[in-house]
């Protein structure tokens, strides 16, 4: 096993685009891997379809819960055995998915910070399209919803029945979804959601904004809709309550909104130990991929930047000269800590998608702790070669990384990375799969652990 240094300097990593990952322009040097280096990848469950995340309940039990996008949710328990009934179903209240390729599906899962007391869930998953449509002629594609369900008296078994809506918008197209939930250390619910789909936030659904150059979008706007934005809401409401310091509270704009100018923020997560940042991953159009810290108030750019770099709606392949560096109300433009290039950029790439995931604060890998682990979902999307990374967090400014060789994969992770997730004790996992779509059963949830962990337990 090795890790490859990525020499920043007089180069680019680049990535954008729905999924795709690459160094172009860099020099790569192998660097001596010291034990906190050596890393693999440790099976724990499969004979899933599409998982997409993992999420550990605030509880004792241990049990890891797979999100399933085709619309189940599994639990593997303490011993690592896959349960034979799915905690939840609701593939018979969503809207039918493309096999092929969707972005649609159950995409969150968050568990009520009090669930082992309350025993309270939300879920952000698709229906079919309410009557009507973003302008005469056209229909919307979806429905996107957030609910809150409660477990039986089964602790293994949700009640379905037990569904209350707590909130929804109308979707234009089948992409950019977002798709995370995560309650953050404020105990309010944080929800990530894209720019409402299709490409360049200029398609019909997607408002005027204040830059005429783009003639976009949603992300820019903050009073006709929530797309393109991450939302907080307090879940302890009917629906829910706004927390009083949400950035629009008493201001023209939405009050769900905490941050905006995001294109499709699919994984974001906090960081369980230090200043506890919220990061995001955000996809790219087709030059390049971006990871963000996500503050209050925040306006991460999209679509008058992608990246670090003015983006062009009228030929999204290259890049203008000039852009506003503030927003209409004065808010700065927020530039991502790391910027990959897509594999369609034509200066060169290797991903497809960015695939946020999590800060280690775990014990089995030892020197690990503080490094933010992301990966991308693949290197073309034909291919199931998606590859992983590890950042020094730091304040201002980029982040340096290393990309991670794993010792049984030496070349990258051998998958489809979907995404990530990390347990009570802040070790990480990888959800994946070896087919692009949405069909067979080839998901695999796996743990990082140490080379000399051969049961992958940590001992």
């Known amino acids: ?13 680049l ?14 040097q192998d660097r001596p891997a010291g034990r906190e280096d050596e890393v693999d990848i440790q099976l724990i ?11 550990s309940p605030p509880d004792d039990s241990k049990r890891l819960f797979v999100i399933d996008q085709v619309g189940t949710i599994w639990i593997v328990d303490k011993d690592r055995n896959k349960l034979a009934t799915p905690f939840i179903d609701l593939t018979s209240k969503m809207v039918p998915l493309n096999t092929a390729f969707d972005e649609r ?15 309270l869930f939300y879920v952000y998953y698709q229906l079919p399209p309410r009557p009507g449509g973003p302008q005469p002629g056209v229909n919307w594609n979806n429905l996107s919803r957030i609910s809150e369900f409660r477990v039986s008296a089964n602790a293994n078994v949700a009640d379905v029945n037990s569904e209350r809506v707590v909130l929804e918008w109308d979707d234009p197209q089948f992409n950019h979804n977002g798709g995370t939930l995560v309650f953050g250390p404020d105990n309010y619910l944080y929800i990530s959601v894209g720019d409402g789909g299709a490409a360049n936030d200029v398609a019909p659904g997607h408002v005027q904004d204040w830059y005429a150059v783009n003639a976009g979008g949603n992300a820019q706007n903050v009073d006709s809709n929530l797309l393109g934005k991450i939302l907080r809401i307090d879940v302890n409401g009917s629906p829910y309550n706004i927390p009083a310091d949400n950035p629009f509270v008493g201001r023209n704009g939405r009050d769900e909104i905490y941050a905006y100018g995001l294109r499709n923020p699919y994984r974001m997560s906090f960081d369980m130990g230090g200043s506890h940042m919220l990061i995001a991953g955000d996809a790219g159009q087709v030059l390049w991929e971006e990871i963000s810290v996500i503050r209050r108030g ?10 670090t770099h003015c983006f062009n709606a009228a ?3 290259t890049v203008l000269a000039s852009c506003p560096s503030v927003d209409i109300l004065g808010n700065p433009l927020i530039d991502p800590v790391i910027e990959l290039s897509n594999a369609a950029n034509p200066a060169g790439g290797r991903a497809t998608t960015i695939i946020g995931g999590h800060v280690y604060r775990g014990k089995d890998l030892k020197g690990w702790n503080g490094r933010y682990i992301f990966g991308t979902f693949s290197q073309s999307f034909t291919t199931p070669n998606g590859e992983l990374f590890a950042a020094r967090t730091s304040g201002a400014g980029s982040w340096n990384y ?4 794993l010792k049984s994969h030496p070349e990258d992770i051998g ?8 347990d009570n004790d802040g070790e990480i996992y990888l959800t994946v799969s070896s087919v692009g779509g949405l069909t067979g059963n080839t998901g695999k949830v796996f743990k990082i652990v140490p080379v000399n962990d051969k049961n992958g337990d940590g001992y």
């Open 315 to 317: 030929n999204n392949d």
């Open 402 to 405: 290393n990309e991670v060789l």
């Open 15 to 28: 990535a954008a685009g729905f999924f795709a990952l690459i160094v172009a322009g860099c020099k790569k």
């Open 1 to 13: 096993m090795r890790v490859i240094f990525i020499d920043k300097i007089g180069c680019f990593l």
């Open 105 to 119: 599906g159950l995409l969150g899962l968050a568990f009520h910070p009090n669930y082992a007391g309350n025993g």
């Open 415 to 422: 998958y489809y990375l979907r995404g990530f997730g990390q």
């Open 298 to 307: 925040g306006n991460y750019g999209w679509n008058v930047k992608e990246g």
């Open 45 to 55: 469950a499969d004979n899933f379809v599409s998982p997409i995340g993992l999420v």
